[in-house]
């Protein structure tokens, strides 16, 4: 594979990376780079949905395993919101597995070793892909609230462009859920011979009212703590307090009504009886605690900011004239749809409208609720009908595909 | 009736009330005082449930209406988180409509020509009853997070209190929604002679996970308010940017998905199209903006954490042996138990749980799960069937009465 050399644009990789990662790369002889490896895009000035042109874009992202001859067996895992390139090694702030090592890995169902596996960190991301915590090349300095505003479709060509730079003419599968899944289905609508096969998860086609509503809460958080300072933070201690409460508000989203009554319920947190003050006597309120302060040391409040907005702005069948199966006219990608019946963030009906869409067009499509409690997060959780699911489903594709 | 004198013990009536309010309050030949009646409460020390003792205690209300001869026609309407004792009369600061003209007034389903209506600022509220704005006597300034922290029992012991201070032997209902209701349901336990019938509406007997989970992100919010300054913020600005914030995570709560889609769906505010920014694109981020900055203009935020945390503590079963069967063991109460479909808060299972223990020990109960897409927040909005649900039991139980 070609590579543009690389150069350093910014402070992403100042951090010491976290031992785990460290040994991880050692053994496969890679560089200590905390954020893998490290490409600027050559085909600049890179022009955005909304009009705006970055002239110069870097490019962070992982893979594992190897392109085959035919070059044939390329899958692409897009990220969620707060996920990143690490899908499948020890990441390198927290030390903690890869964030989909139950899917990604030798002998996982995506196999590493049958196929060439690349996560790319999304555009306005913050583990070094161009995002607002990177130099702005017209000032030197990080570009804060300067940076453009980006879609979904954005983070989609970009990873289109980065694979023309790599010459990976196309993937066997895209595969992602959340955000990852929006990206699957941007990809599968924008570069339909692309894409043999397509498997978004827990997703929707478009972002509803309550889902801005929650995320509008989130950047209202953030932008509420003084030490955002208007985005321009960096070098300073930044909006910890504000990051942190709308990483508890969005988790709860994540996770179930039930779920969270199985886990928690009305515990106590290292106490037998209510202590009648406002530490955290409930367990859930410890754990929502923990989930806030550990976000804040691995990602950008900025690209919070960004991401979320993205992700409101995702309106698929508003691309095509207003009707979504219009998105995926005479493609011939085998779709795998996969919704959970405790997700509320994305509920199964919006699963639906999307297989009601690729019906609509005669595509390949299976579609698959999956019952269980764990809400939104099952699909990076142990849900083991999941995993089978997709195992039967991308077995069958690669054997169409000959790989 | 017999009311002590009113004593000035702060500075929440400092604030000039609204011209509706003024203009309502002489039409009724009653005083400016925003608070409505304020109280001495003469039965002190008033020992909480954690065991802290409060020496002095100060009690706001409202009525309307007039108490008959046989003292039988008294109504107790308990207010919700948010809510206050204005419940049928302009809002001393708002000025917009009480927060229950649809269900309290002449006419009404609580006829304040037929019932002595009577609503008090709960315990820890922020509208002339004592809590954390309020002045501590032992060192004549606010209390701030010295107040103790209460519970719903509480609440309800005041109310009590205050009952007997007037010489209320009894209610011919109490009736309240969300946290209104839990109120509801700890008068029933508590008293069960004093209350003829009981309407709990929108609620459970006890917070679950999520509940917490979610008024643990407002409290967050708020206390990263640098402004909150540890809770000793009065005389200064105040944490509003973070009890703005707490309000907007709150307000999503009180709406369904599907509301939220007809009333907004992927509407724009005042534009056309996307402004590629992050000012409020969409209506529902202008909506949500709107509650929380108004909600700032009218509420306390150290009255938000301690009411919030009541309501996180509420679990009447456990008061009861670990059984709510036991909360209701031999009562007399005449119940109607009211839950709403798209109430994610609260949803009908909280309700079920409420009846079967109720039919556990034979008690009088109606049971109604009404169908509507807007949410927890039905109880306070025009709902016709859920009104004449009401009209049918309150005029039944009325007639029982004899009144």
Same mark, same amino acid.
């Given at each position: 594979m070609k590579q543009a050399p690389f150069r350093a644009? %910014? @402070?992403?990789?100042q951090q010491a990376p976290h031992p785990n990662y460290l040994e991880a790369r050692r053994l496969s002889g890679l560089s200590d780079d905390p954020r893998g490896t490290v490409t600027r895009l050559e085909a600049v000035p890179f022009r955005l949905v909304s009009g705006a042109e970055l002239d110069e874009v870097q490019v962070a992202y992982q893979t594992y395993g190897t392109l085959n001859a035919a070059r044939s067996n390329a899958v692409l895992v897009c990220h969620a919101l707060t996920g990143d390139q690490h899908v499948a090694n020890p990441h390198p702030i927290t030390g903690k597995p890869g964030w989909w090592e139950l899917m990604v890995g030798p002998g996982q169902v995506i196999d590493t070793e049958r196929y060439f596996v690349i996560c790319i960190n999304v555009?306005?991301?913050?583990? =070094? +892909? +161009?995002?607002?915590?990177? +130099? %702005?090349p017209a000032t030197g300095?990080?570009?804060?609230?300067?940076?453009p505003v980006i879609t979904v479709a954005d983070m989609v060509r970009l990873q289109a462009a980065l694979l023309d730079q790599l010459g990976i003419p196309d993937l066997f599968c895209v595969i992602g859920g959340s955000m990852g899944g929006m990206q699957v289905l941007d990809w599968a609508a924008r570069y339909p011979e692309r894409v043999f096969s397509a498997i978004p998860i827990a997703t929707t086609a478009r972002h509803s009212a309550q889902n801005i509503a929650f995320h509008e809460v989130g950047r209202q958080a953030i932008m509420a703590d003084p030490n955002w300072a208007g985005g321009a933070y960096y070098g300073g201690p930044g909006p910890k307090a504000g990051l942190s409460v709308a990483r508890m508000a969005a988790h709860i989203t994540y996770l179930s009504e039930a779920g969270l009554h199985a886990k928690f319920g009305r515990k106590l947190q290292d106490?037998? @009886?209510?202590?009648?003050?406002?530490?955290?006597?409930f367990q859930i309120e410890s754990y929502l605690r923990h989930q806030g302060s550990t976000f804040v040391e691995r990602f950008d409040a900025n690209s919070y900011l960004y991401i979320t907005r993205a992700m409101d702005y995702f309106d698929l069948a508003a691309d095509y004239g =207003?009707?979504?199966a219009n998105a995926f006219r005479d493609t011939r990608t085998r779709f795998c749809v996969v919704s959970f019946t405790s997700d509320w963030l994305y509920p199964t009906a919006e699963s639906r409208a999307i297989v009601h869409a690729l019906n609509a067009v005669a595509a390949q499509v299976s579609f698959v609720e999956l019952e269980t409690?764990? =809400?939104?997060d099952s699909f990076l959780l142990d849900v083991p009908e999941f995993y089978d699911v997709l195992r039967g489903f991308v077995g069958a594709a690669a054997e169409r595909r000959g790989i």
């Open positions: 644009m %910014n @402070a992403s990789a555009l306005g991301g913050c583990l =070094g +892909t +161009t995002g607002p915590k990177e +130099t %702005n300095r990080p570009w804060g609230i300067d940076f106490r037998d @009886a209510l202590a009648f003050g406002f530490d955290a006597d =207003g009707l979504l409690d764990k =809400g939104h």
